[in-house]
């Protein structure tokens, strides 16, 4: 294959997020800062017991313009979890808002805390 038929695309800067994962009553809130990165540069694979995450950031440029020192160019976010069984795979959901994703992964019913009413006799 000749240079010429070869498609080279440019190897992005990978970036691992900034993320929180907080545990609350109803399931798990996993918080990652994803600046720049729209909902159409956005994938959230489920397979199996693995949660993937990646974005992509464009930096656009203007006619006319010359960089002349970046740190807020094209680049790539990605991060990986393991879900745990307790987890309700069918009902995650996500939300994008300000630069920040928000993972819910609510809890099972059988895996959420209940009081166990104790009848007397």
């Not at 240079?3 to 970036?15: C, G, H, N, S, Y």
């Not at 399931?27 to 990646?54: A, Q, R, T, W």
């Not at 795979?89 to 993972?103: D, H, M, P, S, Y």
Request: charge should be negative; charged fraction near 35%.
């Amino acid at each position: 294959m000749t240079d010429i038929t070869k498609t080279q695309e440019k190897a992005l800067p990978r970036f691992k997020p900034a993320t929180d994962i907080v545990e609350a009553e109803d399931g798990f809130y996993i918080y990652m800062d994803m600046p720049g990165v729209s909902k159409e540069n956005l994938i959230i694979d489920l397979n199996e017991d693995e949660i993937k995450v990646s974005g992509r950031t464009d930096f656009p440029t203007r006619e006319g313009e010359k960089l002349v020192h970046v740190e807020f160019g094209d680049g790539e976010y990605y991060r990986g979890f393991t879900v745990s069984h307790v987890v309700d795979k069918a009902r995650i959901k996500a939300t994008l808002k300000n630069g920040v994703l928000e993972l819910h992964l609510p809890k099972a019913e059988k895996a959420v805390p209940r009081k166990i009413d104790i009848q007397v006799g």
